[in-house]
């Protein structure tokens, strides 16, 4: 996104009517993988998966995928609610909790998130990360009570990971806000889409010019390269 003053405006009537943001995690807030790298940990659940003898659940697809969402997917789809899923999950989580230690906050983010409840808007958590990652995260950056207890993450329901709009809806529902009256700051077409099945407005953040292209082409109205435009009209 340009600075220009175009652009500028369409970005003030966005948020000004936020009266609720929902942020997603990975990407808007940090880079969960940004040393504990997620195509590792993919590898290493396709790994622990070949232990067990099951090295051909996934199609070549998913597992040059190197995503660890996609692994979990996969297998949740051919055995859904399986203690294989179960014990997938857990590795995963796991992963992530030591990801988070390592994790790169996204600039920016932290002010924002400080300046955005400060000026009395309520914040919540959608995550397809688990909730104990998020938590840890936030703990570490002295986040938490901004968000608190609103953050939603990866259940054991894995059907209802984003496209799917259940953990924004479960935040809505409980924060007692309408969807017009929330906004979703987003990294990804899955939390685009989540956003647009319940009717909640949509930001997406693109640390690149890559991913720009990519939540544009997915139909993202409104991107940023960078959150700092936000702050600067929070605080003005």
């Known amino acids: 996104m340009t600075s220009d003053a175009s652009e500028i405006e369409k970005l003030r009537e966005l948020i000004t009517p936020a009266r609720c943001v929902l942020w997603a995690f990975d990407g808007p807030i940090c880079r969960l993988f940004a040393r504990h790298t997620a195509e590792r940990v993919a590898a290493e659940l396709l790994d622990w998966l070949a232990g067990r003898g099951l090295h051909d659940l996934l199609s070549d697809v998913e597992r040059d995928s190197l995503d660890p969402h996609v692994v979990l997917r996969a297998v949740h789809r051919r055995y859904p609610g399986s203690d294989l899923v179960a014990e997938l999950e857990e590795r995963l989580t796991q992963e992530e909790l030591r990801a988070a230690g390592s994790a790169m906050p996204t600039v920016y983010a932290d002010p924002l998130i400080r300046t955005w409840t400060a000026v009395g808007s309520r914040l919540a958590i959608t995550t397809d990360n688990s909730p104990k990652v998020v938590r840890a995260y936030l703990n570490d950056r002295g ?26 809806n479960r935040a809505l529902s409980a924060m007692g806000s309408a969807p017009e009256a929330a906004l979703t700051i987003g990294g990804s077409s899955a939390d685009l889409a989540a956003a647009h099945d319940a009717g909640v407005p949509f930001l997406g953040y693109a640390r690149n010019a ?20 936000l702050l600067m009209l929070l605080r003005t």
């Open 143 to 168: 986040l938490t009570s901004c968000f608190a207890p609103h953050i939603y993450g990866r259940t054991t329901d894995l059907h209802l990971l984003k496209p799917d709009p259940h953990c924004l």
């Open 210 to 229: 890559h991913k720009e292209r990519l939540l544009r082409a997915a139909g993202a109205g409104l991107v940023v390269q960078s959150l700092e435009p």
